[in-house]
């Protein structure tokens, strides 16, 4: 059975991908994803606050000994190693891409974390020099002020990939949230403004409310199955519409979870929750189960199953969603009318 596959220009053996999260924090952890069978690695992100934190951390050190005496520029401490002595957040990452990349046989991805123009392109060119095969950026923007405007929003997106695709020169993958008021809009946008892919959907982590210790608790659910029909039906919609790559993440716990994305257009499908939960080892009982199901099927590779079932080109998008949220609606009268709710 052909499992092979692509995804941003890239050759994978298969279309199961690990996406970014403490699986990929230490080379044994990648090593281990790759041996369980996976296509690609992302590596777990690295944040902007670390970088920024960082960058003001050795700002301060320059200026307070920068006048001591004209030699001072030759005992400067390197960025590489805060005070301490132990490696920096951005050291660590890099050193981990760089060995992880030469010791996998899959490709490596590096993933940036952040919000803001600016700062990213730096450190996304140290990524490619690290021998990332490509980079992902999750933008997580959550606009606090409700004065924001959302096109403000969205050009912010637009800018940051813009900014990383002049300063790299391998593949770029954008990864976004669904909480645009036209997520097919800014996924065009994206990708006429040169995104070689689009991780779809991110999952805000939000903070809640605990009642009984009156304190606001972070927030961290892992992804269910049932999740997965929101980013399934906008592959479905943008498969054929956008040129670069189209990746599934959230909501895949087993082999039909990733059958179904492959079914609706995605090139490869992500997957971090599945893998907290059963194990890295859960990956090769999911890609087993793949090809199970193209055996049972009479597929012979990925690509005979790839947007089968994504919105016919020919097709009117909003009619055929609008179409089937009212036969879903329709289901649930007949399934539950007999229930005797008054």
């Known amino acids: ?141 959550v606009p606090g002020d409700p004065h924001t405007p959302g096109r403000l929003v969205e050009d912010r997106h637009v800018e940051i990939l813009r900014e990383v695709k002049e300063n790299v020169s391998i593949p770029v993958a954008v990864k976004l949230s669904p909480h645009f008021s036209s997520p097919g809009e800014m996924a065009l946008r994206l990708d006429e403004a040169g995104a070689d892919g689009l991780v779809l959907f991110n999952r805000f982590l939000h903070p809640d409310v605990d009642a009984e210790r009156l304190t606001v608790e972070p927030g961290i659910v892992l992804s269910r199955p049932e999740e997965a029909r929101l980013p399934r039906s906008w592959i479905a919609i943008l498969h054929g519409h956008v040129t670069g790559s189209l990746a599934a993440t959230t909501g895949v716990e087993r082999a039909e979870d990733v059958a179904a994305y492959l079914l609706a257009g995605a090139d490869v499908v992500m997957t971090a929750s599945a893998l907290l939960r059963h194990g890295v080892q859960h990956a090769g009982a999911i890609l087993t189960g793949l090809e199970d199901w193209l055996a049972r099927k009479g597929f012979r590779s990925i690509d005979e199953v790839r947007g089968r079932l994504a919105v016919p080109p020919e097709a009117d998008p909003t009619a055929y969603e609008r179409a089937g949220y009212v036969a879903a609606l329709q289901r649930g009268r007949d399934t539950y009318s007999s229930l005797g709710i008054r």
């Open 1 to 141: 059975m052909d499992l092979t596959t692509h995804y941003l220009g890239l050759t994978l053996r298969n279309p199961l991908v690990a996406s970014a999260s403490p699986l990929s924090v230490s080379l044994d952890r990648v090593v281990a994803l790759a041996d369980a069978g996976v296509g690609a690695v992302v590596l777990y992100s690295l944040f902007e606050e670390e970088v920024h934190r960082e960058e003001l951390r050795d700002v301060a050190i320059v200026e307070t000994h920068e006048h001591a005496f004209g030699e001072a520029m030759s005992y400067f401490p390197s960025t590489a190693r805060p005070m301490g002595g132990e490696p920096s957040a951005v050291s660590r990452y890099l050193r981990l891409l760089e060995r992880a990349a030469t010791t996998v046989d899959v490709p490596v991805i590096g993933s940036l974390n952040g919000s803001t123009e600016g700062g990213w392109t730096t450190f996304a060119r140290s990524m490619q020099d690290a021998g990332a095969a490509a980079i992902e950026l999750n933008i997580y923007f």
